[in-house]
Protein backbone atom coordinates (compact mmCIF):
# COMPACT_ATOMS: atom_id res chain seq x y z
CA UNK A 1 0.00 0.00 0.00
CA UNK A 2 1.53 3.21 -0.63
CA UNK A 3 2.81 5.43 2.62
CA UNK A 4 2.92 9.10 2.48
CA UNK A 5 6.07 8.20 4.57
CA UNK A 6 8.34 6.71 1.68
CA UNK A 7 8.29 9.23 -0.44
CA UNK A 8 10.34 11.85 -1.29
CA UNK A 9 9.41 15.46 -1.62
CA UNK A 10 9.46 15.94 -5.88
CA UNK A 11 7.24 12.46 -5.17
CA UNK A 12 4.44 13.78 -3.02
CA UNK A 13 4.71 16.97 -5.51
CA UNK A 14 3.75 14.55 -8.46
CA UNK A 15 0.66 13.66 -6.45
CA UNK A 16 -0.22 17.00 -6.54
CA UNK A 17 0.22 17.88 -10.08
CA UNK A 18 -2.05 20.80 -10.77
CA UNK A 19 -2.19 22.35 -7.34
CA UNK A 20 -0.45 25.72 -6.52
CA UNK A 21 3.21 25.45 -5.59
CA UNK A 22 3.10 25.91 -2.06
CA UNK A 23 0.66 22.83 -1.38
CA UNK A 24 3.23 20.57 -1.59
CA UNK A 25 5.32 22.85 1.23
CA UNK A 26 2.48 22.55 3.28
CA UNK A 27 1.75 19.18 3.08
CA UNK A 28 5.62 18.47 3.72
CA UNK A 29 5.28 20.18 6.98
CA UNK A 30 2.00 18.79 8.36
CA UNK A 31 3.43 15.32 7.50
CA UNK A 32 6.98 15.75 9.10
CA UNK A 33 7.20 18.67 11.16
CA UNK A 34 3.62 18.79 12.71
CA UNK A 35 3.21 14.92 12.48
CA UNK A 36 -0.03 15.41 11.88
CA UNK A 37 -2.61 12.77 9.97
CA UNK A 38 -3.05 14.28 6.21
CA UNK A 39 -6.91 14.35 7.14
CA UNK A 40 -5.73 17.03 9.63
CA UNK A 41 -3.77 19.52 8.02
CA UNK A 42 -5.92 22.40 7.66
CA UNK A 43 -3.58 24.49 5.98
CA UNK A 44 -4.80 22.85 2.65
CA UNK A 45 -8.40 22.43 1.40
CA UNK A 46 -10.17 19.60 2.71
CA UNK A 47 -11.12 17.75 -0.76
CA UNK A 48 -7.64 17.59 -1.34
CA UNK A 49 -6.65 16.70 1.96
CA UNK A 50 -9.41 13.87 1.56
CA UNK A 51 -7.81 12.73 -1.54
CA UNK A 52 -4.44 12.38 0.01
CA UNK A 53 -5.83 10.26 2.61
CA UNK A 54 -7.79 8.05 0.68
CA UNK A 55 -4.78 7.80 -2.03
CA UNK A 56 -2.45 7.34 1.55
CA UNK A 57 -4.06 5.00 3.55
CA UNK A 58 -3.42 4.74 7.46
CA UNK A 59 -1.06 1.56 8.18
CA UNK A 60 -1.98 1.10 11.26
CA UNK A 61 -5.09 0.42 13.02
CA UNK A 62 -5.98 0.16 16.54
CA UNK A 63 -6.40 -3.46 17.76
CA UNK A 64 -6.10 -2.01 21.76
CA UNK A 65 -4.84 0.22 24.12
CA UNK A 66 -3.31 -0.05 27.62
CA UNK A 67 -1.68 2.80 30.13
CA UNK A 68 -0.10 2.71 33.23
CA UNK A 69 2.04 4.86 35.10
CA UNK A 70 -1.17 7.67 35.06
CA UNK A 71 -1.09 7.74 31.61
CA UNK A 72 2.60 8.30 30.89
CA UNK A 73 3.12 4.97 29.27
CA UNK A 74 0.76 3.73 26.79
CA UNK A 75 1.38 0.65 25.15
CA UNK A 76 -0.76 0.15 21.58
CA UNK A 77 -1.51 -2.96 19.86
CA UNK A 78 -1.61 -2.16 16.03
CA UNK A 79 -3.15 -4.60 13.22
CA UNK A 80 -1.61 -4.39 10.45
CA UNK A 81 -3.72 -4.37 6.81
CA UNK A 82 -2.67 -8.15 6.66
CA UNK A 83 -4.15 -9.29 9.69
CA UNK A 84 -0.54 -9.28 11.32
CA UNK A 85 -0.02 -7.06 14.96
CA UNK A 86 2.59 -5.06 16.41
CA UNK A 87 3.32 -3.44 19.31
CA UNK A 88 4.39 0.53 20.46
CA UNK A 89 5.24 1.64 23.77
CA UNK A 90 5.19 5.50 24.48
CA UNK A 91 6.99 6.92 27.60
CA UNK A 92 6.62 10.56 28.93
CA UNK A 93 9.38 11.42 31.33
CA UNK A 94 9.83 14.94 32.60
CA UNK A 95 12.78 15.72 29.96
CA UNK A 96 11.89 13.59 27.22
CA UNK A 97 9.49 11.90 25.05
CA UNK A 98 10.30 8.31 23.90
CA UNK A 99 8.69 5.68 21.61
CA UNK A 100 9.80 2.17 21.34
CA UNK A 101 8.96 0.64 17.83
CA UNK A 102 8.51 -2.53 16.69
CA UNK A 103 10.79 -3.28 13.48
CA UNK A 104 9.27 -6.78 13.02
CA UNK A 105 6.21 -8.74 13.24
CA UNK A 106 7.40 -11.21 15.77
CA UNK A 107 11.00 -12.05 15.83
CA UNK A 108 12.93 -15.53 14.52
CA UNK A 109 15.98 -15.05 16.63
CA UNK A 110 14.40 -17.06 19.70
CA UNK A 111 15.46 -15.41 22.65
CA UNK A 112 14.14 -17.77 25.26
CA UNK A 113 13.90 -15.44 28.07
CA UNK A 114 11.70 -12.76 25.66
CA UNK A 115 8.14 -12.82 24.92
CA UNK A 116 8.69 -11.85 21.65
CA UNK A 117 10.87 -14.94 20.49
CA UNK A 118 8.69 -16.95 22.56
CA UNK A 119 5.88 -16.02 19.78
CA UNK A 120 7.96 -16.70 16.55
CA UNK A 121 8.39 -14.29 13.57
CA UNK A 122 5.39 -13.09 11.22
CA UNK A 123 6.64 -11.17 8.89
CA UNK A 124 9.17 -7.96 8.18
CA UNK A 125 7.73 -4.50 8.55
CA UNK A 126 7.91 -2.25 6.26
CA UNK A 127 9.58 1.67 6.21
CA UNK A 128 5.69 2.76 6.29
CA UNK A 129 4.42 0.68 9.32
CA UNK A 130 7.55 1.67 11.65
CA UNK A 131 7.33 5.66 10.89
CA UNK A 132 3.71 5.52 11.27
CA UNK A 133 4.52 4.13 14.84
CA UNK A 134 6.44 6.95 15.30
CA UNK A 135 4.16 9.53 13.83
CA UNK A 136 1.23 8.08 15.64
CA UNK A 137 2.72 8.61 18.79
CA UNK A 138 3.91 11.97 18.44
CA UNK A 139 0.47 13.25 17.89
CA UNK A 140 -0.62 11.31 21.35
CA UNK A 141 2.30 13.30 22.75
CA UNK A 142 1.54 16.68 21.55
CA UNK A 143 1.91 18.91 22.60
CA UNK A 144 5.06 17.50 24.27
CA UNK A 145 7.28 17.36 20.79
CA UNK A 146 8.28 13.09 20.78
CA UNK A 147 12.29 13.79 21.00
CA UNK A 148 13.30 10.20 21.40
CA UNK A 149 13.09 6.79 19.23
CA UNK A 150 14.32 3.63 20.43
CA UNK A 151 14.03 0.42 17.82
CA UNK A 152 13.73 -1.87 20.98
CA UNK A 153 9.62 -3.35 20.68
CA UNK A 154 9.15 -6.33 18.55
CA UNK A 155 11.80 -7.95 15.98
CA UNK A 156 15.45 -7.74 15.35
CA UNK A 157 15.95 -4.59 12.74
CA UNK A 158 18.96 -5.90 11.66
CA UNK A 159 17.72 -8.69 10.15
CA UNK A 160 15.13 -6.03 8.91
CA UNK A 161 18.17 -3.84 7.46
CA UNK A 162 16.81 -1.90 4.94
CA UNK A 163 14.11 -1.10 6.24
CA UNK A 164 15.61 0.25 9.68
CA UNK A 165 18.18 1.93 7.90
CA UNK A 166 15.21 3.98 6.02
CA UNK A 167 13.52 4.99 8.88
CA UNK A 168 16.64 6.15 10.82
CA UNK A 169 17.43 8.51 7.41
CA UNK A 170 14.09 9.63 7.24
CA UNK A 171 13.78 10.39 10.72
CA UNK A 172 16.73 12.42 10.76
CA UNK A 173 16.86 14.29 7.25
CA UNK A 174 12.67 14.82 7.54
CA UNK A 175 12.47 15.31 11.48
CA UNK A 176 16.10 16.73 12.11
CA UNK A 177 16.34 13.75 14.86
CA UNK A 178 19.85 12.63 15.61
CA UNK A 179 22.25 9.78 17.11
CA UNK A 180 21.47 10.50 20.70
CA UNK A 181 17.46 10.44 19.95
CA UNK A 182 17.60 7.38 18.05
CA UNK A 183 18.50 4.14 19.23
CA UNK A 184 18.70 0.80 18.27
CA UNK A 185 19.10 -2.10 19.78
CA UNK A 186 20.31 -5.33 18.05
CA UNK A 187 20.26 -8.89 19.41
CA UNK A 188 24.30 -8.83 17.58
CA UNK A 189 24.00 -9.50 14.13
CA UNK A 190 27.94 -9.43 13.41
CA UNK A 191 28.37 -8.53 10.16
CA UNK A 192 24.92 -6.12 9.75
CA UNK A 193 26.95 -4.18 12.57
CA UNK A 194 29.62 -3.83 10.40
CA UNK A 195 27.55 -2.91 7.55
CA UNK A 196 25.66 -0.36 9.65
CA UNK A 197 29.15 1.34 11.03
CA UNK A 198 29.86 2.06 6.95
CA UNK A 199 26.49 3.97 6.27
CA UNK A 200 27.17 6.89 8.47
CA UNK A 201 24.04 7.69 10.21
CA UNK A 202 23.46 9.21 13.30
CA UNK A 203 22.02 6.73 15.74
CA UNK A 204 23.26 5.14 18.60
CA UNK A 205 23.77 0.96 19.26
CA UNK A 206 22.70 -1.12 21.80
CA UNK A 207 23.75 -4.81 21.44
CA UNK A 208 22.09 -7.14 24.08
CA UNK A 209 24.70 -9.31 25.48
CA UNK A 210 23.69 -10.75 28.64
CA UNK A 211 25.86 -13.23 28.96
CA UNK A 212 29.42 -12.79 27.78
CA UNK A 213 30.45 -16.81 27.81
CA UNK A 214 29.37 -18.72 24.42
CA UNK A 215 27.84 -21.51 27.03
CA UNK A 216 25.86 -19.15 28.75
CA UNK A 217 24.95 -16.95 25.97
CA UNK A 218 24.23 -19.70 23.44
CA UNK A 219 20.99 -20.96 25.91
CA UNK A 220 19.99 -17.35 26.07
CA UNK A 221 20.71 -15.92 22.60
CA UNK A 222 20.43 -18.70 20.22
CA UNK A 223 22.03 -16.38 17.62
CA UNK A 224 25.20 -16.61 19.48
CA UNK A 225 25.84 -20.36 17.91
CA UNK A 226 26.16 -18.44 14.34
CA UNK A 227 28.15 -14.99 15.94
CA UNK A 228 30.28 -16.40 18.73
CA UNK A 229 31.41 -13.63 21.71
CA UNK A 230 34.27 -13.07 19.63
CA UNK A 231 33.06 -12.31 16.35
CA UNK A 232 30.50 -9.85 18.26
CA UNK A 233 33.62 -8.73 19.49
CA UNK A 234 35.30 -7.94 16.07
CA UNK A 235 31.55 -6.23 15.09
CA UNK A 236 31.72 -4.06 17.86
CA UNK A 237 35.15 -2.81 17.73
CA UNK A 238 34.45 -1.99 13.96
CA UNK A 239 31.38 0.05 15.22
CA UNK A 240 33.62 2.18 17.44
CA UNK A 241 36.43 2.56 14.61
CA UNK A 242 34.04 4.02 12.77
CA UNK A 243 32.28 6.05 14.08
CA UNK A 244 33.96 7.04 17.13
CA UNK A 245 30.82 6.60 19.21
CA UNK A 246 30.53 4.98 22.62
CA UNK A 247 28.78 1.87 22.63
CA UNK A 248 26.21 0.27 25.03
CA UNK A 249 25.59 -3.22 26.25
CA UNK A 250 22.08 -4.73 27.59
CA UNK A 251 21.98 -7.04 30.36
CA UNK A 252 18.85 -8.56 32.03
CA UNK A 253 20.00 -9.78 34.86
CA UNK A 254 18.77 -13.35 35.79
CA UNK A 255 18.83 -15.03 39.20
CA UNK A 256 21.94 -17.49 39.48
CA UNK A 257 21.99 -17.24 35.70
CA UNK A 258 23.95 -14.35 34.70
CA UNK A 259 23.70 -12.56 38.13
CA UNK A 260 26.48 -14.42 39.70
CA UNK A 261 30.10 -13.13 40.11
CA UNK A 262 31.31 -14.83 37.37
CA UNK A 263 29.62 -13.44 35.28
CA UNK A 264 30.06 -9.69 36.41
CA UNK A 265 33.80 -10.28 35.74
CA UNK A 266 33.41 -11.83 32.40
CA UNK A 267 30.74 -8.87 31.68
CA UNK A 268 33.65 -6.64 32.81
CA UNK A 269 36.19 -8.16 30.64
CA UNK A 270 34.73 -7.77 27.87
CA UNK A 271 32.76 -4.07 28.04
CA UNK A 272 35.96 -3.45 29.60
CA UNK A 273 38.04 -3.83 26.67
CA UNK A 274 35.41 -2.08 24.65
CA UNK A 275 34.67 0.99 27.14
CA UNK A 276 31.24 -0.19 26.62
CA UNK A 277 28.24 1.55 28.80
CA UNK A 278 26.21 -1.58 30.53
CA UNK A 279 22.28 -1.42 30.89
CA UNK A 280 21.25 -3.23 33.41
CA UNK A 281 17.40 -4.26 33.18
CA UNK A 282 16.29 -6.46 35.55
CA UNK A 283 14.33 -9.43 33.86
CA UNK A 284 11.12 -9.05 33.17
CA UNK A 285 8.36 -12.09 33.85
CA UNK A 286 7.25 -13.46 30.18
CA UNK A 287 5.07 -16.60 29.68
CA UNK A 288 7.54 -18.69 28.62
CA UNK A 289 10.79 -18.49 30.35
CA UNK A 290 10.05 -19.72 34.05
CA UNK A 291 13.27 -17.89 35.82
CA UNK A 292 13.12 -15.07 37.97
CA UNK A 293 14.72 -11.95 37.55
CA UNK A 294 17.58 -11.15 39.78
CA UNK A 295 16.12 -9.04 42.78
CA UNK A 296 16.86 -5.68 43.58
CA UNK A 297 19.63 -5.72 46.18
CA UNK A 298 21.94 -8.36 43.72
CA UNK A 299 20.64 -6.04 40.53
CA UNK A 300 22.19 -2.93 43.10
CA UNK A 301 25.50 -4.89 44.18
CA UNK A 302 25.91 -5.98 40.43
CA UNK A 303 25.81 -2.52 39.37
CA UNK A 304 28.28 -1.21 42.36
CA UNK A 305 30.29 -4.33 41.51
CA UNK A 306 31.20 -3.65 37.57
CA UNK A 307 31.63 0.07 38.43
CA UNK A 308 34.67 -0.78 41.44
CA UNK A 309 35.82 -3.59 38.08
CA UNK A 310 36.02 0.18 35.40
CA UNK A 311 32.96 -0.12 34.03
CA UNK A 312 30.07 2.02 33.79
CA UNK A 313 26.72 0.99 34.54
CA UNK A 314 23.25 1.92 35.01
CA UNK A 315 19.98 0.20 36.22
CA UNK A 316 17.29 0.54 33.88
CA UNK A 317 13.66 0.09 35.36
CA UNK A 318 10.84 -1.75 34.57
CA UNK A 319 8.29 0.74 33.55
CA UNK A 320 5.30 -0.42 31.30
CA UNK A 321 5.72 -3.75 33.23
CA UNK A 322 2.60 -4.00 35.05
CA UNK A 323 1.02 -3.90 31.06
CA UNK A 324 3.46 -5.83 29.49
CA UNK A 325 4.94 -2.79 27.68
CA UNK A 326 8.28 -3.52 29.39
CA UNK A 327 10.89 -4.81 27.66
CA UNK A 328 10.82 -8.50 26.37
CA UNK A 329 7.32 -8.63 27.07
CA UNK A 330 5.41 -7.74 23.76
CA UNK A 331 4.07 -10.06 22.27
CA UNK A 332 0.95 -8.36 20.38
CA UNK A 333 -1.78 -11.01 22.14
CA UNK A 334 -5.08 -9.47 20.48
CA UNK A 335 -7.69 -10.98 21.08
CA UNK A 336 -11.48 -11.03 21.69
CA UNK A 337 -11.41 -9.42 25.51
CA UNK A 338 -8.71 -6.82 25.04
CA UNK A 339 -8.50 -5.73 28.41
CA UNK A 340 -5.53 -5.65 30.71
CA UNK A 341 -6.71 -8.77 32.71
CA UNK A 342 -6.73 -10.74 30.18
CA UNK A 343 -3.61 -9.47 28.44
CA UNK A 344 -2.21 -9.97 31.92
CA UNK A 345 -3.48 -13.66 31.97
CA UNK A 346 -2.15 -14.66 28.80
CA UNK A 347 1.02 -13.11 29.66
CA UNK A 348 1.64 -14.86 32.77
CA UNK A 349 2.64 -12.39 34.99
CA UNK A 350 1.76 -11.73 38.45
CA UNK A 351 -2.19 -10.89 38.42
CA UNK A 352 -2.29 -7.28 39.15
CA UNK A 353 -6.25 -5.95 39.04
CA UNK A 354 -7.14 -2.40 39.23
CA UNK A 355 -4.57 0.22 39.09
CA UNK A 356 -0.99 -0.30 38.21
CA UNK A 357 1.54 -0.30 40.93
CA UNK A 358 4.01 2.74 39.96
CA UNK A 359 6.89 1.62 38.16
CA UNK A 360 10.06 3.96 38.42
CA UNK A 361 11.98 3.84 35.22
CA UNK A 362 12.16 2.71 31.87
CA UNK A 363 13.44 -0.72 30.56
CA UNK A 364 13.02 0.61 26.82
CA UNK A 365 15.15 3.86 27.30
CA UNK A 366 17.98 3.70 25.06
CA UNK A 367 21.18 3.48 26.41
CA UNK A 368 22.41 6.74 26.20
CA UNK A 369 25.92 6.56 26.96
CA UNK A 370 27.26 9.16 29.25
N1 LIG B 1 15.74 -7.52 19.02
C1 LIG B 1 16.43 -6.43 19.60
C2 LIG B 1 15.54 -5.31 20.05
C3 LIG B 1 14.25 -5.67 20.73
S1 LIG B 1 14.38 -6.41 22.32
C4 LIG B 1 17.33 -6.89 20.72
O1 LIG B 1 17.20 -8.04 21.14
O2 LIG B 1 18.17 -6.12 21.15
C5 LIG B 1 14.74 -5.02 23.35
C6 LIG B 1 15.53 -5.38 24.60
O3 LIG B 1 14.72 -6.13 25.53
C7 LIG B 1 16.74 -6.25 24.33
O4 LIG B 1 17.86 -5.78 25.05
C8 LIG B 1 16.29 -7.59 24.88
O5 LIG B 1 17.37 -8.41 25.18
C9 LIG B 1 15.50 -7.17 26.06
N2 LIG B 1 14.65 -8.20 26.61
C10 LIG B 1 14.06 -9.23 25.96
N3 LIG B 1 13.31 -9.96 26.81
C11 LIG B 1 13.45 -9.39 28.03
C12 LIG B 1 12.90 -9.66 29.32
N4 LIG B 1 12.06 -10.67 29.51
N5 LIG B 1 13.25 -8.85 30.33
C13 LIG B 1 14.06 -7.79 30.15
N6 LIG B 1 14.59 -7.48 28.95
C14 LIG B 1 14.30 -8.27 27.91
FE1 LIG C 1 14.10 -11.00 19.08
FE2 LIG C 1 15.32 -9.16 20.60
FE3 LIG C 1 13.42 -10.79 21.62
FE4 LIG C 1 15.81 -11.79 20.96
S1 LIG C 1 15.39 -10.27 22.56
S2 LIG C 1 13.82 -12.71 20.48
S3 LIG C 1 16.30 -10.59 19.16
S4 LIG C 1 13.13 -9.24 20.06
Known sequence: MPSVYELRIDELAAHLLGEPRYRVEQVWRGVWDEGLALEDITT????????????FPPALEVANEVASDLGATRKWV???????????????????????????????????????????????????????????????AAPRRLSNVVFMGMGEPLANYPVTVGVVQRLHEYRAMSARHLTVSTVGVAPAIERLA??????TLAVS??????????????????????????????????????????????????????AMHE?????????????L?????????????????RVHEFRLGLEELGVNATVRNTRGRSIDAACGQLAAVTNAHPTRVTLRALHGGAPEAGSAPRQQADSHEAGQTP
Not at 44 to 55: D, F, H
Not at 267 to 279: C, D, K, P, S
Not at 289 to 295: A, D, E, H, P
Open 209 to 262: LHAANDQTRDELVPLNRRYPLERLYRACETWIATTSRRLSFEWALIDGVNDTDQ
Open 78 to 140: FRLHDGATIETVLMNYADRVTVCVSSQAGCAMGCTFCATGQAGFSRQLSVAEVIEQVMFAARV
Open 281 to 297: IPLNPTPGYLVRGSGSQ
Open 198 to 203: AEGLPL
Open 44 to 55: VPKVLRQRLSET
Open 267 to 279: LAEYAGGLRAHVN
